[in-house]
């Protein structure tokens, strides 16, 4: 067995504290401000500024450190998702908003306004992520969605930053922007709620890639931290096909798909893509991937 690593005082408190920290933070960050768009985003670039300081200070991984070259991709990776994201989200509105309200109102569903801002938050972002709870192990377990969802660009980067977030696939992003939008649709949740939502989400799910240690009691038994979230990275396939709640990880501990433990390399396999390789991934991986795709393939029938 490999020794563990010695842990810092200031290590160790900011793996008890600084994922309830940051969330807490970026959510009355935004309250203080106008709520708007404008504060979404100063909420946003404030966790990752923290997230990316504390991987430089404590990283729970030193060997992973990134070169400069390799943060400037991951960042321009991020600007792409982050753009295709708001189109997607635009398409969505536009080509389910009437009918799902229309779904709403023959259904006689609604949306909880006279419970406090926060409920109203906390309520949408347990309930979209339960959505991409059951999206997610989808994708994991036909290789057939796994390859249709170029889920594995995002998989196939080794050592994981909070950056990588945002390394998603052009196709993935078709399913990532389904759950909010169809949840605040369906029961028509406001637009402050759905900012509220989406500043969670964001600043937990890059927390969840951090390369930094996360483990605070009783708040880790809900909330998805990196520790957690790392062995869903896990270049092992068994490994890696546990802990699907981005988000929350209460889903994954009442449903069975649960596991702990230190994780020593993340990506698809023992090597690591190309870019180029990895938009293409779903066309074709590569012969070293061990993936739900390349396991579908392998099995008699082969179709996933």
Request: proline letters at 5%; charged letters at 15%.
């Amino acid at each position: 067995m490999t020794a563990e690593r010695p842990v810092s005082r200031a290590q160790r408190w900011i793996e008890r504290l600084a994922h309830p920290l940051l969330l807490t933070g970026a959510y009355l960050l935004w309250l203080a401000m106008d709520r708007g768009v404008e504060a979404v985003m100063v909420a946003l670039v404030g966790a990752f500024a923290v997230l990316m300081l504390l991987e430089a200070w404590v990283p729970a991984m030193p060997e992973w450190r990134l070169r400069v070259g390799q943060r400037l991709l991951l960042a321009a990776l991020y600007l792409m998702s982050f753009v295709l994201f708001g189109v997607f989200t635009a398409i969505y509105e536009t080509t389910l908003g009437q009918p799902l309200a229309s779904a709403r109102d023959a259904l006689g569903l609604g949306w909880p306004d006279g419970l406090p801002v926060l409920a109203q938050v906390l309520l949408l972002f347990f309930a979209s992520d339960f959505v991409y709870y059951w999206i997610h192990r989808a994708i994991h377990r036909w290789g057939w969605l796994w390859k249709a969802s170029g889920h594995g660009f995002h998989h196939a980067f080794q050592n994981l930053h909070a950056l990588n977030v945002g390394t998603n696939h052009p196709f993935e992003l078709v399913f990532l922007t389904l759950p909010m939008v169809l949840v605040a649709t369906v029961f028509g949740a406001s637009g402050e709620a759905v900012a509220g939502a989406t500043v969670l989400v964001v600043v937990n799910t890059a927390a969840a890639h951090a390369n930094v240690r996360m483990d605070t009691p009783v708040f880790n038994w809900v909330f998805t931290s990196a520790n957690q979230h790392r062995r869903h990275h896990s270049s092992e396939f068994a490994v890696s096909n546990t802990n699907f709640g981005c988000n929350v990880i209460l889903w994954d501990r009442l449903l069975g798909t649960f596991s702990k433990g230190d994780v020593r390399q993340t990506g698809i396999g023992p090597g690591e893509p190309t870019l180029w390789q990895k938009f293409m991934l779903p066309l074709r991986e590569p012969e070293f991937a061990d993936t739900a795709a390349t396991r579908a393939r392998r099995r008699p029938g082969g179709a996933g």
